[in-house]
């Protein structure tokens, strides 16, 4: 089982969402399940990960709407609504991705609140040390940094 997801936020900014169930032969219910999440920033292209996400799905017995969790430090889901059929269908193609019309798909729209803390590495490049067997007939300082 997948989950495909865009995230816009208040100021427009673009986030795409995978996420996949982790196979576990310990999950003794199946409205509880351990997923992995890839999250793509689309203005910077980068990519994390957010593993170990709790998903609860809830069915409301009186109306058989369908109801998402994510729970996990990084990230929060709750669904305020629930589509199937046609109207998924509309909403998939306009936001998600068009190719994953007619599967049956079901949409859960809601607040998401993710938080990540970004650590930048710099990696120093190390210096090459060429070896020469002959005389040197040119030197040059002009070479490329």
Not at 24 to 51: A, M, P, R, W, Y
Request: charged share 25%; net charge negative; glycine share 6%.
């Amino acid at each position: 089982m997948s989950y495909k997801g865009v995230l816009i936020d208040k100021n427009e900014k673009c986030f795409s969402l995978r996420g996949y169930v982790v196979p576990d032969d310990k999950q003794q219910s199946t409205t509880v399940l351990s997923t992995n999440f890839d999250v793509l920033d689309g203005e910077t292209n980068h990519n994390f990960k957010i593993d170990d996400v709790i998903m609860k799905l809830e069915i409301d017995p009186t109306t058989t709407h369908h109801k998402m969790i994510l729970e996990h430090p990084s990230l929060k889901f709750i669904t305020k609504r629930w589509y199937r059929g046609y109207r998924a269908d509309v909403e998939i193609c306009g936001h998600i991705n068009p190719q994953m019309v007619g599967y049956g798909c079901s949409l859960f729209v809601g607040d998401m609140t993710i938080s990540t803390i970004s650590t930048y590495h710099f990696v120093p490049l190390k210096r090459r040390l060429s070896l020469v067997n002959d005389n040197i007939i040119e030197s040059s300082n002009d070479f490329l940094a």
